[in-house]
């Protein structure tokens, strides 16, 4: 699975922005999906997750909601949508890729993920 995550940019605070990740190579619909992020100096860190049946997601309590995660099988994309931002969400985003035995299953630990995409740079700054 090829990923390349886009839709990055530089947003005031409470501003909102929209990250996708298109996804190619295999049968994307067979994967749980993941969207990361790691700020300066800070570890990576799970942000949202969905899973490969569209059914089941979960969010780090720092986005739970203000950020939604949502996929369209059609389009092999994968979305975060991210509303009222803070500066303390400046980082760089990646999306991963990740093949589950069970279809509704979904996956909070960046080291469970088999592909990553490039990342995509937000920045939460007046």
């Known amino acids: 699975v090829q990923l390349q995550a886009s839709g990055g940019g530089t947003v005031q605070p409470g501003g909102s922005l929209r990250l996708s990740c298109a996804g190619s190579?295999?049968?994307?619909?067979?994967?749980?999906m993941g969207w990361f992020r790691q700020a300066p100096g800070k570890e990576r860190e799970f942000v949202a997750t969905?899973?490969?049946?569209?059914?089941?997601?979960y969010y780090a309590d720092s986005v739970k909601g203000r950020f939604t995660i949502s996929r369209d099988a059609a389009k092999n994309t994968v979305y975060l949508r991210m509303n009222n931002l803070r500066p303390e969400d400046t980082a760089i985003y990646y999306c991963?890729?990740?093949?589950?035995?069970?279809?509704?299953?979904?996956?909070?630990?960046?080291?469970?993920?088999?592909?990553w995409g490039q990342g995509t740079l937000v920045t939460v700054s007046s």
């Open positions: 991963a890729a990740v093949r589950l035995y069970y279809s509704t299953s979904y996956e909070t630990s960046p080291g469970k993920y088999d592909y």
């Open positions: 969905i899973s490969a049946s569209d059914t089941r997601k």
């Open positions: 190579g295999r049968t994307f619909s067979n994967y749980a």
